[in-house]
Nanobody
Framework: QVQLVESGGGLVQTGGSLRLSCAAS????????MGWFRQAPGKEREFVTA????????YYRDSVKGRFAISRDNAKNTVYLQMNSLKPEDTAVYYC????????????????????WGQGTQVTVSS
């Protein structure tokens, strides 16, 4: 059974940085794409970023490009989200997600591509 455990959320001022981690277990981590989604109060869950199973391709929503960076360490079965220049509109619960298809090459930005989700970690950016 795949398990995802996020950590690293918290409260930060505008312009600050946070690094989220997501530790995965239960299958061969390196064969699957990983993603981060977020959900703000009263809003739908939205795609933030994803990294291919090879680590060679990354995908970002427009509003976080240049500020956020996703990476993975297959030796540690962990995916990271480095968030810089944070803004109040980044406030949300952030969810780590693991792909349901081995070695996927398309549709990394679709929530339906991910069959496993973490419990979420709160990120709050104060103005």
């Amino acid at each position: 059974q795949v398990q995802l455990v996020e950590s690293g959320g918290g409260l930060v001022q505008t312009g600050g940085s946070l690094r989220l981690s997501c530790a995965a277990s239960g299958r061969t981590f390196s064969d699957y794409a990983m993603g981060w989604f977020r959900q703000a109060p009263g809003k739908e869950r939205e795609f933030v970023t994803a990294i291919s199973w090879t680590g060679g391709r990354t995908y970002y929503r427009d509003s976080v490009k240049g500020r956020f960076a996703i990476s993975r360490d297959n030796a540690k079965n962990t995916v990271y989200l480095q968030m810089n220049s944070l803004k109040p509109e980044d406030t949300a619960v952030y969810y780590c997600a693991a792909d349901s298809i081995r070695r996927r090459t398309v549709n990394h930005e679709e929530a339906g591509s991910y069959g496993y989700w973490g419990q979420g970690t709160q990120v709050t950016v104060s103005s």
